[in-house]
Structures are given as C-alpha cells and as structure tokens.
C-alpha cells in the first residue's frame, strides 16, 4: 500500500493558470506558486515556493526569487502549527496542533490529504480544513486541487496563494522559479499578451508562448541590435 502511495503522491505541482495579474491598484502582478509532496512511509512534507511582486518592467528585470519553505506531520502524531500559518482567526488561538489525515482510491488513480486542527487534543472546527487532492485531469496530466488555504496579507497559510489547480512539472521543487523564466528583458513578449477584460489573468503557458513569438520572430540582426541597447543601457 505505501508504494502506491508514493506513486500517487509523491509529486511536484505548479500553478500554470495564474502567473500575471493586471489590477488597477497594483497594475501587472505576477505570482510564482508551486509545491511538492513527498511521503516516506511515516511522514508527509510539503515543500512549497509562493510569492507574488509587482512588475515595473517584465518577469525577468522585476524577477524575485520565492523562499523554499516546508513543514512535515508524522503521521498518527500531533505537531504545532507552523509560526507563519496564519487561517482565519487561528493565529490567535494558544496551542493549536495539527495532524494530517489520507484517503486514496482503491486503483490509486486519486488521493486526499487533508490537515486536521486540534485543541487540547480534541478536534478544533474551522471554516474550511486545508486539503490537497490529487487526481488526472480529462488530458491525462496529473493536478492538485488545493483548498482551504486562506492568506492574511502577505503572510502565507502554509502555501500563500495556493488556492486552485496546479499542474505536475518535472522539475524538482529546488529548481522551480529559483530563476527568471528567461535569461534577458522581455518586456516586448508582454506587449504580446492578450489580456481577457473581465478575468484579467494570464497564465504561465501564454507569457511563455508570447516569449517564444516575441523572439523567435526576431531576426538576428534586430536581435543583437536589442542586446547591445540593452547592455549600454
């Protein structure tokens, strides 16, 4: 049974749907969420990089490069509430433990994990209890539904901003947005961008297809021209 827990759930996730967020307050925000779960038998780690920084220029000039942050639960056991966890209200309740608790189908094709308050040892009621569920999408790629995660500000609940469908990378959690997604300026692929009036969103996958059109249309010759403003700039 642990190996098919493994092959469920030990897995890294990014959120492709939300990466530039133009708002009248803000303007263009972009956001860089991602997380891993790993489960060794005994425990479950969550390891996570979530941030969000207002863009001036473009993704790379304005690039900030999110924390890697984890907490784990043993599982059966009680443990405290990380200092940075900050749920409705919760902050200000003395003591707060938390477990973590699993389910999983049978052929092991979906699985949830769900974090459980505790007080005094017996089960706290909040709002929404946290849970990630793990399941395939209708094109076959494996996602993780995230829930229950309530930000205060800028101080995440575990995961800030993880609240949606996340998609599986390849990549190891250490390498996901610890670099701009492209090595110079791309100021001219968010000239690119269209931009949906009423959500306002765009996703990872558009601003890399705009980069992608942004230079691949470019000839040499306008290439280096570019790169040598660049670097007497």
Known sequence: KDIKIVRLFN?????????LEETLQFGRRVFQNALSIQYDGASWTILYRSNHFDMDCCP????????????TLD???LAPVPPQSTPENIHQIQDLMMSASFTMREDGTSGEIKIIFFKDSVPFPVQFNPSIIIGMNASRRWVADCG??????LSPFFIADVVGLYIETPDPIQDV??????HSCIRRAMMLLQWD????VVGLDDV???????FNQQEPEEFLEDFWRLIVE
């Open 11 to 19: 897995r890294s996730f990014i959120d492709r749907e939300m990466y």
């Open 60 to 71: 790379t000039c304005d690039f900030v490069e999110p924390e890697l942050e984890q907490f």
């Open 75 to 77: 599982e059966g056991k």
């Open 148 to 153: 229950g995660f309530r930000g205060d500000g």
């Open 177 to 182: 947005f610890s670099a701009p997604l492209y």
């Open 197 to 200: 009036q009423y959500e306002l």
């Open 208 to 214: 890399m297809a705009a980069v992608d059109e942004a």
